[in-house]
């Protein structure tokens, strides 16, 4: 069965220096995975996606995040990070088959300090 | 406004009461699929449409939970009998057909909750 797992319920940063929310994947064949972000009472609002090719997607809001299919690691990163940044992020595996549903992590706290 | 719709945002209800949550994808997406967000967790998946056709279907949908979507437009979900364990978020998100890569758009939500 598809998994992601989140191992950090919650990070700190202070603002302007980088950031890394992590997500490791156990996948069967190859990994379709996808960042989505998620501010209080609201639905889920996309990032980015690595569904083949380079191994560092870029996506919106300038977070990018690196493919590793050694470690099996699908790290969400920003070089610079901003107050308004913080947010819950989710990482998520597509399921094969016919529905391609996605398979969720527990989500990851990103709190970033003025 | 091009998004997933949802309706209503805030569902306050009874114990024991029925409820319905209207999902609206974007335009000509015929893919749609709710997914149940509880709190402090991931959002897991319950039940998937493809046009108006129902392809799969949770083991969280219980036989209280039921899903619609009679004209392969907008979708509904009902939860009959509620119990305080059906308190949560309730999303929405919708694919265009065909497309492989895309990713999943996601409404705002219904949060529910039970008293």
């Known amino acids: 069965a598809q998994s992601v797992a989140q191992p950090e319920d919650q990070v700190n940063v202070a603002e302007g220096n980088p950031l890394t929310v992590k997500c490791t994947y156990s996948?069967?064949?190859?990994?379709?995975l996808f960042w989505y972000v998620q501010y209080p009472n609201r639905g889920l609002q996309f990032l980015l996606k690595?569904?083949?090719?380079?191994?560092l997607v870029k996506g919106s809001y300038g977070f990018e995040a690196e493919f590793n299919k050694s470690q099996t690691s699908f790290h969400l990163k920003k070089p610079s990070a901003l107050v308004s940044d913080s947010a819950l992020y989710f990482c998520?595996?597509?399921?094969?088959?016919?529905?391609?549903?996605?398979?969720f992590g527990t989500g990851t706290l990103l709190a970033v300090q003025p | 406004d091009t998004g997933v719709s949802q309706d209503p945002r805030h569902k306050i209800t009874k114990r024991g009461q029925n409820v319905t949550f209207r999902c609206d994808p974007i335009?000509?997406?015929?893919?749609l699929y709710w997914y149940r967000q509880t709190l402090g967790q991931g959002p897991e998946f319950l039940t998937y449409f493809q046009n108006e056709a129902q392809l799969e279907k949770s083991r969280l949908l219980s036989d209280r939970f039921s899903a619609e979507r009679p004209k392969g437009s907008f979708s509904t979900l009902e939860i009959q009998r509620t119990e305080q364990g059906d308190s949560a978020m309730y999303l929405c998100?919708?694919?265009?057909?065909?497309?492989?890569?895309?990713?999943?758009?996601f409404g705002q939500g219904t949060r529910l909750t039970v008293v």
């Open positions: 690595y569904i083949t090719g380079d191994n």
């Open positions: 335009s000509e997406h015929n893919r």
């Open positions: 996948v069967s064949g190859n990994p379709y």
């Open positions: 998520a595996v597509r399921e094969g088959g016919a529905t391609n549903k996605l398979i």
């Open positions: 998100a919708s694919r265009p057909p065909r497309e492989m890569n895309t990713e999943a758009f």
